[in-house]
């Protein structure tokens, strides 16, 4: 017979696996979140990170159809949105994505790639992200990030083997964290139709990137951001917790 008491704990277990960081942090999350924020902001400058948020209406047109020229329009409105020249790399939606299952259960999902070439550096992206203009914002952003840090030589593999946090958090400095934060933790169904099996997306994922963004509202003086309500309930909640502490 099965246990379901033991089937539930490993649930559960899971699921905050999918939650927390999925690289370590040097220093621990807090420490390296405001250090590396910090930096974003001595390189890229503080009026990038007084701009307005990005909202959900901001980037999503209204009668977004999911086609790939619709998500081609949308990935150039994060290029401006993150100050990437039209066209500075090259997109394409020929991503093959490779799902790793664990116990049945789908924990990783490739959806995006930067790679760096000889001319024009190139983005890859799952075909399937046409169909989720959230979950197509937050990888591009990421991408686009990498860009920005890697291929603009500011930052190197050696340098910062924690580059791929810092990736993410680069797109919560510009603004895109909501984006980021909402599609870092989802529940699919199953491919045989019988219940649902998560899915965990980027590198922060929901429990830092809680924290990620309640540090970003604070150094844009907002103890009680409105943005906030555009945030999935555990990420909103995460957020105004940190706030909490961060303002004692």
């Not at 949105?81 to 394409?92: E, F, I, T």
């Not at 500011?154 to 603004?175: C, K, M, Q």
């Not at 934060?181 to 491919?191: M, T």
Request: glycine share 10%; charged share 25%.
């Amino acid at each position: 017979m099965r246990n379901p008491i033991g089937m539930i704990r490993r649930s559960q277990q899971l699921r905050s696996h999918l939650k927390a960081p999925r690289e370590r942090l040097p220093g621990g999350s807090r420490r390296w979140i405001r250090s590396s924020m910090d930096w974003l902001v001595a390189e890229f400058g503080r009026d990038v990170l007084l701009r307005p948020i990005a909202l959900p209406s901001d980037l999503i047109p209204d009668g977004y159809d999911g086609s790939v020229a619709a998500a081609t329009e949308l990935c150039g409105r994060i290029d401006a949105w993150m100050d990437l020249r039209p066209g500075q790399c090259g997109l394409s939606f020929e991503l093959d994505g490779v799902r790793r299952p664990v116990n049945g259960l789908v924990v990783k999902e490739q959806s995006g790639r930067w790679i760096r070439t000889n001319g024009k550096n190139q983005i890859l992206l799952v075909p399937a992200l046409a169909a989720d203009p959230v979950a197509l914002i937050a990888t591009y952003a990421h991408e686009a990030g990498h860009e920005l840090l890697l291929g603009s030589g500011r930052i190197s593999l050696v340098r910062r083997p924690d580059h791929e946090s810092l990736t993410d958090l680069l797109t919560v400095f510009y603004g895109l964290g909501i984006f980021t934060a909402n599609a870092a933790y989802e529940r699919r169904p199953r491919p045989n139709g019988r219940g649902k099996q998560p899915l965990a997306r980027g590198y922060l994922r929901e429990s830092a990137l809680s924290e990620a963004l309640a540090h970003y509202a604070k150094l844009r003086g907002e103890r009680h951001p409105d943005w906030d309500r555009y945030l999935d309930p555990p990420v909103r909640r995460g957020l105004r917790n940190q706030l909490v502490v961060l303002h004692r």
